[in-house]
């Protein structure tokens, strides 16, 4: 039996991770998200509407930022590990509201990070983001690279989120996985994301906003996946001592922007 303490569990990657973790029998889930209004709140409360049926599943609806109500959570429950996803994600919004992001990504995870040490707690598997390398040239990016150059507040608070852990690590013993998602798309995929956001204005006939060719590109990741590298990543942090990790969880077959709304085309049968 394991008892996951999902943050961000109402999200794209969260409810869709606890989803899985519940369908092996013994795991227990206690959640937390504050149900931001980041967008549409009804998605979220949609991606839980079956877990809260669920008497494995318990939902604390507090944010990560208040830690008195963090610390009660820790001392309510029994936790194996913590699976850190939530934040504030988005790099375009972060230039917009960077001090929305400090906060909460790394205000947010010192808190979760000194109940784990309060409660003896001694796994965290956490998202990073594949934006931490920023403009880096070489392809493809290597765990071992040099990512101190970040572009965005976004990805310099998960940069920042990879250090603090490692302090963490260090000092603590904590076994540390921090996995570098790159842009994770399937079924409930955040509206702010492209894929979602270009389907939508293709289904209603409407003209996509593109900036510059469409020849940019990146690494999409399908949901599925990514559930599958958390749960493996979990497994392993469990089953080893004092480690710290840093792993990409996506591949290397970058996708132009131009190709990518093909596909979406093609797929819906669109005209525009
Ligand atoms: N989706 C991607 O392509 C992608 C890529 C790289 C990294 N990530 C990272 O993966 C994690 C999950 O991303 P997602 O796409 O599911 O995003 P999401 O916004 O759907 O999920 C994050 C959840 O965290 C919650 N949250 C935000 N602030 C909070 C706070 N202060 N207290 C408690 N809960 C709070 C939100 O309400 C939301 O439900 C994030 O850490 C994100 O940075 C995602």
Redesign the pocket.
Known sequence: MINYLV??G?????SSLCDELLKSEGNHIIA?????D?YDVRI?ENNIKELIKNPNFKLYRN???DKKAITKIFAENNIDIVIH?????GVRSSIENPILYQD?NCM?TQNILEAMKEFNINNLVM?S??SVYGNCRKTPFKEDMIVDYPISPYAATKKANEIMTHVYHKLYNMNVIMLR?F??YGPRQ?PD?AINKFTKLMLADEEIPMYGKGTTSRDYTYISDIVDGIIKASNYCIKNNNIYEILNLGNSFPVTLRKMIDIIRTSFKCKT
């Open positions: 943050t961000g109402a999200g794209f990657i969260g937390i998200d504050n149900f931001c980041f979220k944010d990560i930022r996803l939530a934040a504030m994600a909460v947010g998202a983001s594949s998602l842009t994770v955040r994301l």
